[in-house]
């Protein structure tokens, strides 16, 4: 039903800042939260940031400050805009849609952050 679609990932210094853009097509009106998840080599997948339908947001503390989850709903897009990057913050950047109790449940392909000097 939903395809999703991630873009701006790329090779950034320390302390430089990307904006990820997360496209929804299909369908969405049973998503309840989207967010972005990441996942680095050796490394179990973890929350970066959620916005649900209502304009929550939740970040996990290592991200917390210095990322921003927002949403365009009229574009059926979600963004990340990700400030004063880390070397540990390199990774797969994947895009996440899904319903209150977890389905449906929806991922994109995943977009690469690498920070690097």
């Known amino acids: 039903q939903v395809k999703l679609v991630e873009s701006g990932g790329g090779l950034v210094q320390p302390g430089g800042s990307l904006r990820l853009s997360c496209a929804a097509a299909?369908?969405?009106?049973?998503?309840?939260?989207m967010g972005w998840y990441r996942q680095a080599p050796g490394k179990q997948r973890e929350l970066v940031a959620t916005?649900?339908?209502?304009?929550?947001?939740n970040y996990p503390d290592s991200v917390k400050g210095r990322f921003t989850i927002s949403r365009d709903n009229a574009k059926n897009t979600v963004y990340l805009q990700m400030n004063s990057l880390k070397p540990e913050d390199t990774a797969v950047y994947l895009c996440?849609?899904?319903?209150?109790?977890?389905?449906?449940?929806?991922w994109g392909p995943g977009t690469q952050v690498t920070v690097s000097s």
């Open positions: 299909g369908t969405i009106f049973s998503i309840y939260a």
């Open positions: 996440n849609a899904r319903g209150r109790f977890g389905d449906p449940n929806y």
């Open positions: 916005i649900t339908s209502g304009g929550s947001t």
